[in-house]
């Protein structure tokens, strides 16, 4: 069973990103095409973030991942952590 956001409460799976950190994520894969410098980010399962489009030729799709929860969570305010001063 996966865990729910304590936000939303909807379900999230949490994907370890390349630089060690767990991200929290929509639950569902999604397909994806990568573009550089693209609004739209992906995390693939073995945790890479691509910045990406969500829309394209389905037989050109780069790949599949998983949507940041940050970005579709209604609550994701709370849960920002303040940065510190320099």
């Known amino acids: ?10 379900y999230i799976v949490f994907i370890q ?10 639950p569902s894969l999604v397909p994806y095409w990568a573009k550089e410098k ?17 829309e394209g030729d389905l037989n050109k799709v780069t790949g599949f991942g998983y949507i940041s929860h940050f970005s579709t969570c209604h609550h994701a305010a709370r849960f920002k952590r303040k940065r510190r001063p320099s």
């Open 38 to 54: 693209s609004a739209g980010k992906v995390v693939t399962p073995n945790g890479k973030v691509i910045s990406c489009e969500f």
């Open 1 to 10: 069973m996966s865990p729910k956001c304590r936000g939303c409460g909807e």
């Open 17 to 26: 990103t390349s630089n060690g950190k767990s991200m929290p994520c929509d």
